[in-house]
């Protein structure tokens, strides 16, 4: 039986996760305590259902019983199931805002006398353990709800075996990207935005593509990080790394960035890899 367990902070975006696992045909519950995983999978198991996908919404909201995640999880692997781990996670300041913005409550809160950025805090202590055994990290921080949504299916949709790779193109602005393998800077090449023809368009534009590979400097540059990527692929197949985020980043996150993480997804992609274009800041 394959099951799926999402867990993370409050407000980052597990419901949306489940609502993802719906569709993609998973048996959802969601605010499962984590004690009844076991007992539930092997019911779903003996009862004769045609089930065979499975998945579970586990955290701080379960109170005392979350501290039994651990050995919960290891049951279930124990008991033969294909168990994977979806860690959720957010930025504080940007959990904050959602907060704020939607006046919903914190799991946490009243522990934390009303304090929401404590609450924030004391969870991410508790969910210690399960970021660490996490087997998919996701960040929504700087992502659309339908980037966040795309991504999550295309890790889980049909099965995907091999290594899948997301070349993805951010904004330094916005920060680093928290699930990035690799990063790379690109803003020491020459910046469209300052060409007023170019400025409101983005790196999925041929102009703005065109005039940053025009450059010399960006195809020496590009081809550098193409062979050291090529070299490592291997290297993490072989240690049994399923997936590998490659982050290029530039001041926006526009033009620069998004047209080198568009030209290695494409090449990777030609040379038989699955590998994802994702841009994290064109729509901001």
Not at 104 to 132: C, F, K, Q, V, W
Not at 133 to 149: K, M, P
Not at 163 to 171: E, T
Not at 263 to 275: I, P, V
């Amino acid at each position: 039986m394959k099951i799926v367990i999402v867990t993370g902070m409050s407000g980052a975006g597990k419901s949306t996760a489940l609502n993802v696992f719906e569709d993609l045909d998973y048996y959802c519950i969601d605010n499962m305590p984590p004690e009844l995983l076991a007992v539930f999978a092997d019911l779903i198991k003996h009862s004769g259902s045609k089930s065979e996908l499975l998945c579970f919404a586990v955290d701080i909201r379960s109170g005392e019983l979350f501290s039994k995640f651990r050995e919960s999880v290891e049951a279930l692997k124990s008991a033969g199931n294909d168990v994977s781990v979806v860690f959720v996670d957010c930025d504080d300041n940007e959990l904050l805002n959602r907060y704020k913005e939607t006046r919903r409550r914190h799991p946490l809160e009243d522990e934390a006398s009303g304090n929401i950025l404590r609450a924030i805090e004391m969870e991410r202590r508790e969910l210690t353990y399960a970021r660490r055994i996490a087997d998919i990290y996701l960040d929504s921080s700087q992502i659309t709800v339908s980037s966040f949504r795309t991504r999550l299916r295309s890790l889980f949709e049909g099965g995907s075996t091999g290594m899948i790779i997301n070349v993805v193109s951010f904004g330094y602005m916005f920060g680093v990207p928290k699930d990035a393998d690799l990063v790379f800077d690109v803003r020491c090449l020459k910046n469209p935005f300052y060409v007023p023809e170019l400025r409101t368009l983005t790196g999925l534009d041929d102009g703005v593509y065109n005039f940053v590979f025009n450059l010399p400097e960006s195809n020496v540059m590009y081809d550098k990080i193409h062979d050291l990527i090529s070299y490592l692929i291997p290297l993490y197949i072989k240690e049994g790394k399923t997936r590998l985020v490659v982050a290029f980043g530039c001041t926006g996150g526009k033009h620069r960035s998004v047209s080198f993480a568009r030209r290695l997804a494409k090449q990777l992609h030609s040379e038989g890899f699955d590998a994802r274009a994702e841009h994290r800041c064109v729509e901001r």
